[in-house]
């Protein structure tokens, strides 16, 4: 069964940091490069990071880099996203999934609220 499950989201204060994971059936995970997206209130969903299938190239949209970290854990079937000084148009709900369309079925998110 095909099968996306992100987690670690929470209230943050601006500066802060978070450790979001995603666990994925091995169906997905085992051939696909994968990416993490997110959705604020009124917008359309974007690609904030993704990773190759090996784990050594990488992307980053360019409102995150320098400050989020993509890794995947292939033998447990877990990707990672290492969020830092986080901003408060960092709020959003973070999604997995392949990297690229056709997607898979969306999971529920995990929501980042970025208060102080």
């Known amino acids: 069964q095909v099968q996306l499950v992100e987690s670690g989201g929470g209230l943050v204060q601006p500066g802060g940091s978070l450790r979001l994971s995603c666990a994925a059936s091995?169906?997905?995970?085992?051939?696909?490069?994968m990416g993490w997206f997110r959705q604020a209130p009124g917008k359309e969903r974007e690609l904030v990071a993704s990773i190759s299938v090996s784990g050594d190239s990488t992307y980053y949209a360019a409102s995150v880099k320098g400050r989020f970290t993509i890794s995947r854990d292939n033998a447990r079937n877990r990707m990672y996203l290492e969020m830092n000084s986080l901003k408060s148009e960092d709020a959003a709900v973070y999604f997995c999934?392949?990297?690229?369309?056709?997607?898979?079925?969306w999971g529920l998110g995990t929501l980042i609220t970025v208060s102080s």
């Open positions: 091995r169906s997905i995970f085992s051939a696909n490069a």
């Open positions: 999934n392949k990297d690229r369309a056709p997607w898979y079925y």
